[in-house]
């Protein structure tokens, strides 16, 4: 790999607003789904919520897992790969319980 220093590769000298928006517009929602029960949760295998956009939570979600999936929605949203080496689109993540459920987050498009 490049030494290069890692960024977004995109150039924002001449972004307008209008170019900001759109870039916005086009970051994709971030899905979460439970893939492993473990332990007792009030969520099951197969339960998916959605992000809007990192800043917009979904509801219905235990609010320690939501603390953890803060994370890792950015590195999601803008594309960094995740330490998956099945899938490095999707981050596997624990909740934070003793017996964690684990969780798939996953950037999709409209």
Request: glycine fraction near 6%.
């Amino acid at each position: 790999m490049s030494e290069k220093k890692l960024d977004l590769n995109v150039d924002v000298s001449g972004l307008s607003d209008d170019d900001y928006h759109d870039l916005w517009k086009r970051m994709g929602r971030l899905r979460i789904r439970m893939v492993e029960k473990i332990g007792k949760c009030s969520h099951e295998v197969g339960d998916t919520y959605y992000y809007d956009d990192p800043y917009h939570k979904p509801e219905g979600v235990c609010p320690a897992l939501l603390h953890v999936l803060d994370l890792y929605t950015w590195r999601t949203a803008l594309g960094f790969p995740s330490w998956e080496p099945k899938d490095r689109k999707a981050h596997m993540i624990h909740c934070p319980a003793k017996k964690g459920s684990v969780w798939e987050l996953k950037k999709i498009y409209k």
